[in-house]
């Protein structure tokens, strides 16, 4: 089946651990981005990337770091420097263009004890 | 930079009642608006978006938006909301940079 997984879809880490959340695609899309969800805050954007070996940062990037070395991956790892970790994470993909839809994982949410 | 508002943050009607969701949105140069909704345990998921042409635009599951390009709206519309849409929408824009940005969101909860 086409589209985009993510996992584990539950993870726990020990303050000061940095760890990193897969995301995968096979829908051959141009553009991948990376959201934190929070209640009450809607999606806000962590980086993305426009293109493979090409990423931005996004309105929340501190404590975070991703690459994108193949087309289909774009891994994000959470850094010990993110003061506050424990969050749902959702990763996205679209065809490239501002107009073409985004489609989403199923999510990773992340519990830092 | 872009930003996008949702002001209503929650949101409880009857079924049957008509939905009016706002959402504003700070750019001033071309905009691609979008609807997203994600029912409870469910993906993210597109209701409609707007690219060009015509303002008005219809989606899936009988929603509707309207972009007022003076007003920099694009606020989802139904005519008569039922139990099943009971979920969260959130509106976002991409300024052709690929930078798609999302509101914080609105809890809709539709009574029997």
């Known amino acids: 089946d086409g589209g985009i997984t993510q996992s584990p879809k539950y993870l726990f880490r020990k303050e000061g651990q940095n760890v990193t959340l897969s995301c995968e695609q096979n829908?051959?899309?141009?553009?991948m981005y990376w959201y934190r969800q929070d209640p009450g805050q809607g999606l806000r954007l962590i980086y993305y990337?426009?293109?493979?070996?090409?990423?931005q940062k996004g309105d929340i990037a501190e404590g975070y770091s991703v690459s994108r070395e193949k087309k289909e991956s774009f891994p994000l790892t959470v850094t010990s420097a993110q003061k506050n970790p424990t969050a749902f994470y959702l990763c996205a993909s679209s065809q490239g263009g501002s107009g073409t839809e985004a489609f989403f994982g199923q999510g990773t949410r992340l519990t830092v004890v | 930079a872009q930003s996008v508002s949702q002001h209503n943050h929650h949101v409880i009607l009857s079924e049957a009642a008509s939905l009016e969701l706002g959402c504003n949105y700070s750019y001033g140069g071309t905009v691609n608006l979008f609807w997203y909704v994600q029912y409870p345990g469910q993906h993210l998921q597109l209701l409609l978006k707007y690219f060009s042409g015509d303002p008005l635009v219809k989606g899936i599951k009988g929603f509707e938006a309207e972009f007022i390009k003076s007003k920099f709206s694009f606020n989802l519309r139904k005519p008569s909301v039922q139990w099943s849409d009971t979920a969260e929408y959130f509106c976002?824009?991409?300024?052709?940079?690929?930078?798609?940005?999302f509101g914080t969101g609105t809890r809709l909860l539709v009574s029997p």
């Open positions: 976002a824009v991409n300024t052709g940079f690929q930078k798609l940005v």
């Open positions: 829908l051959n899309h141009d553009a």
């Open positions: 990337s426009q293109i493979v070996n090409d990423f």
